[in-house]
């Protein structure tokens, strides 16, 4: 387990969860107690109120609204940072506006992960359950891209041993021609596309991404695409975003935080199938 999730893996785990919206701290602190019953909820109505509740005892994760009475979220994350008395503690922007910030890359280096709230308030539980009580198996097929042997081999046993099922590619155009004839027979082929974002070929991982979402006209809800990359460049970065990509992961990958983010992904994927069947 990375340093991300190391000391969070525990049976009473302590979530803060800071809005200033008295509605929206109620209903995320009601979805955490039915979704996470072991865990101690500590709900802040502000970024003071939530420093000064760090202060007080230890906290195992925080939540947090971009857009605070007092402060940014972001500035709060920073603050965390500095003042927490453990190693690490994972914080979540939880807003509705991330998307643009992502974007932007606005975020800051202190939040962790980030959380669209239009996903809904049932999803952030799964999302967050992911980090504080993280899963040892899961059901689901994988369409992985990836053009390095030893890394592929690697990656699809670490993802077979979830007990996901890999179907594994080495090009953007072997996943093109295998998504086709999913969907020529009246299927999507896989849960979840895992995809590095080069590839050798003339389609980058890139290309795929904007092909599933405008030639095969599958939405994020539909068939979510992770990209992994070592890039750096804000602007690209941005711009996988820009053309669908669900999450972004950055290589080097640690392997539990691409599960808990590839888990969460094939919940949300499955509950929005079944709403729409």
Known sequence: MNDVLRHIASDNPRVMVVDGSKVARTLITRVLEKNLPSATIIACASGAEAQQALHDGVVDLVTTALRLPDMDGAALAAYVREHAPQAYIPIVAVSGDVQERLQNRALGDAITDYFDKAAGYAAL????????????RAEGTVLYVEDS???????????ENYGLTVHLVGSAEEAVEFLGSAQ???GIGADVVLTDVSLKGEMSGGDLLEWIRFDLQLGKGRLPVLVMTGDENPANQAALLKAGAN????????ERLLITKL????RV?????????
């Open 125 to 136: 539980a799964d999302f967050i359950r992911g980090y504080v009580a993280p899963v040892d």
């Open 149 to 159: 042997r030893v890394v592929a081999l690697a990656t699809s046993r670490m993802l």
């Open 184 to 186: 020529d027979r009246g």
């Open 247 to 254: 999450d972004l992961v950055e290589k080097p990958v640690a």
């Open 263 to 266: 888990m969460f992904q094939l």
């Open 269 to 277: 994927s499955k509950r929005r199938r079944a709403q729409a069947a």
